[in-house]
Structure formats: C-alpha cells, structure tokens
C-alpha cells in the first residue's frame, strides 16, 4: 500500500507523520486490496483540518475533518472514514463488520507468579468536553469514564501528543476529575502530582444540560503503578474500580470488575 502524507502550508513535522501512519493504517484490514491512501494535512485560523482519499477494492472514499490540535482532526478523521467504509462493506457483502473501535484485546499479565487475563478496551478517540464525557457517563449508568478531550486553541507550532485523555469518576459521594497539564503533554515529562485534579460542583443534575463547576484541587491523588500492581490492590481491597497512571505507558488508565473478570480502558492508540 502506498500512504502519502502532505501539508498545505504546514509542515508535518515527524511526530505528527508518524501518527497518522499509525493510526490510518489500520484501515487496511477492511481491505483485499488498497491501491493507495493520500492525507492532507493543513491549518486555516483556528482548524487544523485533514482530509483522506483511499482507492481500495476498485472503489474510491474521501473524508474531511478539523479540531482544534491536529491529533484531534487525525482520530476524528479516522471515525468519519471508518464508518462510511464499514456502511459500503455491509451493503455490498449482506453481513455485519466489526469497526475498529469495538475490537477488544485479551492481555495476560503475571501477578503473584500466576497469569490473569484481562480485557483491554480502547475508548472512543472522539474528543468530548467534561459535561459531555459525565452526562454520556450517567447514562451508561457508570461511576467512571474514560476520555479524550478537546482542546479549543493550540499554537500552530506545538505538537498536541495524544495524552490528553481524562478521567472523571465517583469518589464516595462526590465526583473527581483528573487531567494531564498541557505542559507536561508538550514536555513529555509526567509528574502526576502536579495533574490537574477537579471536584465536580454539581448544583442542577440535568440529563440535559447539568450544571456543573470543576473546582480545582490544591494537588493531584492518581496512584502511579503498572498495570500488575493494579490487579493486586482491586483484587486485595475488593473495590470495584481503579483510576491510575499506567507507569508502563504515561497514560491515565482505569481497571474495573465485570462480573468475575478484570478489564482495563485505555486510550485509543
């Protein structure tokens, strides 16, 4: 397969190339033959925009997406193509294909000398802001999610690496969110300390539009650990969930109990 990234008046710096490639390549496998895929990469004001043509299976698809930080456009872009190729796939082969963002992996870990097997799942690379990300939380009926947050204004000249996933949780009888600063996102440099962490002012639980106030906290709690050391302390403490930063991969991750089994949320790589 043939994939060309270019840039219309902005320079695709290596990071950047090197996501996109990670991420549009897994499109290949709706394919028995992908002849080429072209991305465009460019800025206009504030929108960093993308857009893709695949030629594959002798049928050709384009996509255009923006967001405020060129990673966004690129995982946003990604959904929008993928579903216009699962919806021709199933019209034209009669059965259901499995997008990408519902696949699960089952790792196994060693704890204690004995292998436990764990389901990964990747949440949705759709970036949502905080009121969006709890109202879809207490609608699947959760105590915590997952998710990837938007950013508004991103300097043209920054990469915005995809770290900027946040968690919001029950936390007794209040709820918590946890963030990662911009700056240690743009450094590289992780100190989960100095994570922004929130208490959730809820003064009108709407299931529409709630009102809510992210009052910020003088330090961050997040327990820093490998994923091992997670199953350790759910299973020792009997608690239904952890929200941690994987030490492993300097993301923010949460394990919980499904049923008898252990799964793990991740961000959408």
């Known amino acids: 397969m043939n994939l060309t990234i270019t840039g219309r008046n902005f320079e695709v710096s290596d990071s950047i190339r090197e996501y996109a490639e990670k991420k549009l390549s897994k499109l290949i496998k709706y394919f028995h033959q992908v002849i080429d895929m072209h991305v465009w990469l460019l800025i206009e004001r504030q929108d960093h925009i993308t857009e893709i043509t695949i030629n594959g299976d002798g049928v050709q698809f384009y996509a255009k997406e923006k967001a405020g930080d060129m990673y966004s456009s690129i995982d946003l872009l990604l959904d929008k193509i993928e579903q216009q190729i699962v919806r021709y796939k ?18 196994t870990f060693t704890v204690k000398g004995e292998q436990s097997s764990i389901t990964v799942r990747q949440v949705s690379n759709k970036p949502v802001d905080e009121k969006e990300a709890y109202l879809q939380m207490k609608l699947n009926g959760s105590d915590f999610t997952l998710f990837k947050k938007g950013e508004k204004s991103i300097k043209d000249s920054v990469d915005y690496m995809n770290k900027n996933y946040a968690a919001i949780y029950k936390d007794g009888n209040e709820y918590t969110m946890i963030e990662i600063p911009f700056e240690m996102i743009h450094e590289n440099s992780f100190k989960p300390s100095k994570f922004n962490e929130y208490t959730l002012e809820i ?27 997670a199953v350790i302390e759910i299973t020792n403490n009997n608690t239904p969930f952890i929200v941690f930063f994987n030490t492993e991969t300097n993301y923010i991750n949460i394990m919980y109990k499904h049923g008898k089994n252990l799964e793990l949320l991740v961000p959408a790589f």
């Not at 639980?205 to 994923?227: G, L, Q, R, T």
């Open 203 to 229: 003064k009108n639980d709407s299931s529409v539009n709630p009102d809510i106030k992210f009052k910020k906290k003088k330090s961050c709690n997040i327990k820093m650990m490998a994923v091992n050391d």
């Open 90 to 107: 199933e019209r034209h082969s009669g059965h259901k294909v499995t997008p990408l963002s519902e696949l699960e992996d089952i790792a």
